[in-house]
């Protein structure tokens, strides 16, 4: 199993990284599959949208809504991002078999189950290496959920790019 992960402690700098990565890969030509985030900031001092783009060449599917100023609930939009769920399972299952699956976080659905978690495990499955987001709130579960299988990696592009370069060696090896 090729499962790594990357945590920050800066506020949407898991999202950025993840970006930058799958930029880079994309460049080279990797083929990927998954999602990366985007938070885009709203106006007048409310909290950002959120965005997931679609790997490879999919579209932008806005995973967040709007409660008004004084909500405090969550603001997932779970149909959303059960959307872009489907899509990703359609990548997998797509005539190119992609090199890398990126999440852009085991989140708090991923942890009890649903959102990106049963994709997770399929490209696993399917012998696709996986590479995701955790954070502080939702690592123990990650773990659970990895068996004690998925490999830390520092929050650094160059580090995640070497990972990402050591499987295609790896796997040349086999």
Same mark, same amino acid.
């Given at each position: ?12 700098? #898991? +999202?950025? =990284? ?14 990927? @599959? !998954?999602?990366?985030? #985007? ?28 409660? !008004? ?7 997932? +939009? #779970? ?12 990548? =997998? ?10 999440? &852009? ?7 009890? !189950? ?6 997770? @495990?399929? /490209? =696993?499955?399917? &012998?696709?290496?996986?590479? #995701?987001?955790? &954070?502080?709130? &939702? ?6 959920? @990895?068996?004690? @299988? ?6 650094? =592009? +160059? ?10 060696? +790896?796997?040349? /090896?086999?």
């Amino acid at each position: 199993m090729q499962l790594a992960y990357v945590k920050t402690s800066d506020r949407g700098a #898991t +999202d950025r =990284l993840l970006s930058a990565v799958a930029e880079a890969l994309e460049a080279q030509g990797v083929a990927l @599959a !998954g999602v990366v985030q #985007t938070n885009v900031d709203c106006v007048q001092g409310g909290r950002c949208d959120m965005d997931l783009r679609i790997l490879p060449h999919g579209g932008t599917i806005r995973i967040s809504q709007s409660l !008004g100023r004084a909500a405090r609930g969550c603001r997932l +939009d #779970t149909a959303a991002l059960e959307d872009a769920v489907a899509q990703v399972e359609r990548a =997998l299952e797509g005539d190119r078999r992609p090199e890398l699956l990126i999440v &852009n976080k085991f989140g708090k659905h991923e942890a009890d !189950g649903r959102g990106f978690r049963p994709v997770i @495990a399929e /490209a =696993l499955s399917r &012998n696709v290496p996986v590479l #995701t987001g955790v &954070n502080g709130l &939702n690592e123990a579960r990650f773990q659970e959920f @990895a068996g004690g @299988a998925a490999e830390p990696l520092a929050p650094e =592009l +160059d580090t995640i790019l070497a990972w990402v370069e050591g499987l295609h060696r +790896d796997s040349d /090896a086999a």
